[in-house]
């Protein structure tokens, strides 16, 4: 079965600086899509990023872009240029090719210092 | 508005007790899902819906009905709430079945079973 692991529970990161939250996934698939999760204290899921596993070259998005190692099932997050309201939970993401096999990970609740 | 709205918010109620989430959208979305968000598990698939009349379970269905008579409405029934099925309970919705297609979510609900 498929799983997603998320060994940082939480973490924290002064403004303006860089921060990689991890994510790392176990599956027997070859073709799948990856995603970042972003649940500010409102509670609204928000799409930060997707990487499909076919694609090497990794997704960017502003500030937000992924280091994904398909060998290894690794799809970090890096936030560059921290700002407040980056302050979250995130949730790292796995679709299979059947949709029943949607998989998030526990979280990592993001901290950013003033 | 347009978007997906979940209703109550908030919700405390006693074991035992049948209790009916709600859950509409306007965007006329074919598939519509149900998610619970606990601590140390991320977001788990409860059930979700292709379309009108057409649900399907996903990874935690039990203790869980649903319907979907119209397309914009997707209700989730604890026919006999237990304790464990305290959680924010979300509702999505996306134009496929594959989450690359975005999910959007609503503000979720906060149940409480006592």
């Known amino acids: 079965a498929q799983t997603v692991t998320q060994s940082q529970p939480e973490m924290s990161v002064q403004e303006a600086e860089t921060v990689t939250l991890s994510c790392t996934y176990d599956?027997?698939?070859?073709?799948?899509?990856l995603f970042w999760y972003k649940q500010p204290p409102s509670r609204q899921m928000i799409l930060v990023i997707r990487?499909?596993?076919?694609?090497?070259q990794n997704a960017t998005e502003n500030r937000f872009s992924v280091n994904f190692q398909k060998a290894a099932k690794s799809f970090s997050l890096k936030i560059s240029d921290s700002q407040l309201g980056d302050a979250a939970m995130y949730f790292c993401a796995y679709e299979g090719t059947s949709y029943d096999k949607v998989i998030f990970g526990p979280g990592t609740s993001l901290s950013v210092i003033p | 508005d347009a978007g997906i709205t979940q209703s109550p918010r908030y919700k405390i109620t006693e074991t035992g007790r049948q209790v009916t989430l709600m859950c509409h959208q306007t965007w006329s979305h074919s598939y519509m899902f149900w998610y619970r968000q606990d601590l140390g598990h991320g977001l788990r698939l409860i059930y979700y819906s292709a379309a009108a009349d057409i649900t399907d379970k996903g990874e935690v269905p039990d203790g869980y009905v649903v319907s979907r008579s119209k397309t914009e409405n997707f209700p989730l029934t604890l026919e006999s709430a237990t304790r464990s099925q305290t959680s924010v309970y979300f509702c999505?919705?996306?134009?496929?079945?594959?989450?690359?297609?975005?999910?959007?979510f609503g503000s979720g609900t906060q149940l409480s079973v006592l």
């Open positions: 990487q499909e596993a076919y694609k090497q």
């Open positions: 599956t027997s698939e070859s073709d799948y899509y």
């Open positions: 999505a919705s996306s134009e496929s079945r594959h989450l690359n297609e975005k999910l959007f």
